[in-house]
């Protein structure tokens, strides 16, 4: 970088204190492009980013470069243990995941089977989510993950299973706001167990 000031990479890019600024920082965070990089743009952007942090000149970089490499990596590596984190985990799998799972929990409503496994489903991806996305500072067990998991699965599916014979003779409509109670439901479970520390 020809500057003379570093840039502080590990304050977001866009002033916060703005709507924009956090939209700008939210938009880039989440970005589901950053899904298409290939193993080798990762690790090339955590070298950098590394080789940043420790204060080597990397003349041949521009900001814009360094911002690219330092969002490409904050995509898929772990803040604190550093270790690359599994795809459908990263922040910017959010929008097409959920935006998959619940078109799947507002179609496929219906039947027994399809209100089980897309809740199901869902679960099991907010657990990764979980998992990869913890705190380093404050790790999550396993059995603590695997009680919000199962606590949460169960609130789920009782929720929706038992709103679903409730609204059997209701308009569609009503029917297809149950996944989205059944997820409130979950989440009323899952948050509280997964911050308790």
């Known amino acids: ?16 204190s703005t709507y924009w600024g956090r939209a700008k920082h939210f ?3 989440t970005n589901p492009l950053n899904l298409l990089c290939t193993s080798e743009e990762l690790d090339k952007s955590k070298d950098v980013v ?24 904050d995509s898929a590596f ?9 795809l459908i985990g990263r922040m910017s799998a959010q929008v097409p995941m959920n935006m998959t ?11 027994t089977q ?18 990869s996305n913890r705190s380093g500072d404050s790790p999550i067990s ?10 949460a699965t169960g609130g789920a599916l009782g929720t929706a ?16 706001l149950v996944p989205f109670v059944a997820v409130a439901a979950a989440n009323c479970v899952n948050i509280p167990m997964m911050r308790m520390k």
């Open 27 to 29: 938009f880039v965070t």
């Open 78 to 86: 772990h803040p604190d243990t550093g270790e690359k984190m599994v």
């Open 1 to 16: 970088m020809a500057s003379d000031k570093r840039i502080n990479i590990d304050e977001p890019r866009w002033d916060q």
């Open 114 to 131: 399809a209100v089980v496994f897309w809740q199901w489903f869902n679960q099991s991806f907010n657990a990764v989510v979980n998992y």
């Open 161 to 176: 299973l038992g709103l679903n014979s409730l609204v059997k003779k209701a308009p569609p409509l009503i029917g297809r």
């Open 50 to 73: 590394t080789r940043y942090r420790r204060g080597e000149t990397l003349t041949d970089l521009s900001e814009d470069d360094l911002w690219r490499a330092k969002s490409i990596y």
């Open 101 to 111: 799972i619940t078109g799947c929990m507002l179609t496929f409503y219906k039947s």
């Open 142 to 151: 396993v059995s603590q993950l695997a009680t919000s998991y199962v606590l």
